[in-house]
């Protein structure tokens, strides 16, 4: 069982920068690949960033790529997203999740544990 607590969302003007944290607990955190979500409203859950349980490989999703970074901290149990240059379109509740695999995956549904989520509102 992993328990994730998210934290760093809130309110930003386009452009500008958060760092969302995800602090796990419970089970050994190197043991569980990474993902963080992203859900809108009216929107389906779609992934954002994920990390291997090493922090050796990671993916993005296309409208994040290069503005966007996932990182992981596996002695502080902590996966990180520090999102720059943020735009409006990326006003939702971002979630992390735990998948007790090797590799990470886009699929919601493959993964086992989500955090609470936190709010990131982006304003024009």
């Known amino acids: 069982q992993v328990q994730l607590v998210e934290s760093g969302g809130g309110l930003v003007q386009a452009g500008g920068s958060l760092r969302l944290s995800c602090a796990a607990s419970?089970?050994?955190?190197?043991?569980?690949?990474m993902g963080w979500f992203r859900q809108a409203p009216g929107k389906d859950r779609e992934s954002v960033a994920s990390i291997t349980r090493s922090g050796g490989s990671t993916y993005y999703a296309d409208s994040v790529k290069g503005r966007f970074t996932i990182s992981r901290d596996n002695a502080k149990s902590t996966v990180y997203l520090q999102m720059n240059s943020l735009k409006p379109a990326d006003t939702a509740v971002y979630y992390c999740a735990a998948r007790s695999t090797i590799l990470t995956s886009t699929i919601v549904t493959t993964y086992d544990y989500w955090g609470q989520g936190t709010q990131v509102t982006v304003s024009s």
């Open positions: 419970g089970r050994t955190f190197s043991s569980y690949a």
